[in-house]
């Protein structure tokens, strides 16, 4: 089975998209998310410039041998560009192979381990009072579990509080807009959230929280202490862990279960985090972290050492990435969450999927592949739009962490 063909596919249904497509000379194809947001064009560029023009004539179903001739060949390794574009022919390949079989995906992986995957929806308000209210309409949707952020007083902005409750798109400019953080008025003010989220709803939902790389590791030691009483099911991205020892101090001072990963690219970006056990949820991606192939690495090193898989699943990655992260979920045995952050309207239309939400829970579907498609006309009408991601200044002006 020869690929004849893979073409890049960029659309806009309110946000940017970047999708490949991969074509064998006995008519199957698949498709794969190579979605980077503020930085989509540097994974067409790579992938139209350097990738594709060595995949045609390969064998479609050598699915390792060609990931590996793409992370080894390339003497220029990892980095979110090279494993965005290797996870996008990974996934396609994936895609191919199990309508080849015609089988959904995750029992090409080995069957389903669960039910369905259970998911966590996004609550946020400007004060406590409008975050519990959005807790509330998750509930009532059937959420098992929530992530809540809230608004800091004396902060004109926040990470993860949005006008659009149900489709937060941070990437929101054609050049960064700034905002402002204190982490003083953060770590005094959070703490109060949580506890008014358990005095409304008491302890029968999971509540998580993402601090979003803000703070040392000494503060999110308090942080993840002063926590405790409200049993978070995660505290998230705590820190900045380009050193991977800073989770350690945090680990060393608060039970509160840790979760980080979704900018990492390949095992080795949290190795030590799993082999010493400093955290207990993986946030890696297919579409960022080297498609099934080397997600699949990443589990099962983990669950030798207690961690469990909690992908990424922000709106910024398309739903084909969801549709094999879902079939992936499925399959894993070390399972914990998936974030799910629902697409717009527009961008269901363009990718029509598989895969359905009931009573917390999302299942792939069982259609042949990962059970997502894309509808190249629809996505044709919606160009490219520059859009960055924020950038973030302490109140004295310094640089930090977004």
């Known amino acids: 089975m020869k690929i004849i063909e893979a073409k890049v596919i960029v659309t806009c249904p309110g946000r940017n998209f970047v999708t490949l497509k991969i074509i064998t000379d006995q008519g199957l194809y698949g498709i794969g998310d190579a979605t980077l947001n503020g930085r989509e064009l540097s994974v067409v560029s790579y992938l139209e410039d350097h990738v594709i023009p060595c995949l045609i004539g390969r064998d479609a179903s050598r699915i390792e041998d060609i990931w590996q001739y793409l992370y080894r060949g390339c003497y220029w390794r990892r980095g979110p560009v090279t494993m965005s574009a290797i996870s996008a022919v990974d996934t396609a390949l994936w895609d191919i192979k199990a309508k080849a079989a015609n089988m959904p995906l995750y029992q090409l992986l080995g069957g389903a381990s669960r039910e369905g995957v259970m998911v966590y929806g996004h609550a946020n308000g400007n004060d406590i009072e409008e975050t519990k209210e959005e807790v509330s309409k998750y509930i009532e949707l059937g959420y098992k579990a929530i992530r809540a952020q809230t608004g800091i007083p004396g902060l004109p902005s926040t990470y993860g509080v949005s006008k659009d409750k149900m489709y937060y798109e ?159 979920n499925l399959w894993v045995p070390n399972f914990g969450v998936q974030e799910y952050m629902r697409h717009t309207e527009e961008t269901d239309a363009v990718f029509p999927h598989a895969y359905s939400f009931k009573d917390g829970y999302l299942h792939p579907g069982d259609k042949p592949g990962h059970g997502v498609e894309i509808d190249e006309a629809l996505a044709a009408k919606y160009p490219y739009k520059r859009a960055f991601l924020p950038v973030n200044r302490k109140e004295d002006g310094t640089m930090w962490n977004w």
């Open 170 to 328: 941070p990437a929101d400019g054609a050049l960064p807009t700034e905002n402002v953080w204190s982490t003083e008025k953060y770590l005094d003010h959070t703490p109060k959230l949580f506890e008014a989220l358990r005095n409304e709803f008491g302890f029968e939902h999971h509540l998580l929280h993402d601090v979003h790389h803000r703070l040392t590791p000494i503060e999110a030691a308090r942080l993840g202490k002063s926590l405790e009483p409200y049993r978070l099911f995660w505290m998230e991205d705590c820190v900045a862990a380009d050193n991977q020892e800073s989770l350690r101090r945090v680990r060393e001072h608060t039970v509160t279960p840790l979760a980080i990963g979704e900018i990492f690219n390949t095992v080795w970006d949290c190795k030590t985090l799993i082999e010493q056990e400093l955290i207990d949820y993986i946030r890696t991606t297919v579409v960022h972290a080297g498609g099934i192939s080397h997600l699949k690495q990443i589990a099962g090193f983990a669950a030798l050492h207690h961690v469990k898989m909690g992908c990424h699943g922000a709106t910024d990655l398309s739903p084909v990435c969801m549709g094999a992260s879902l079939n992936f």
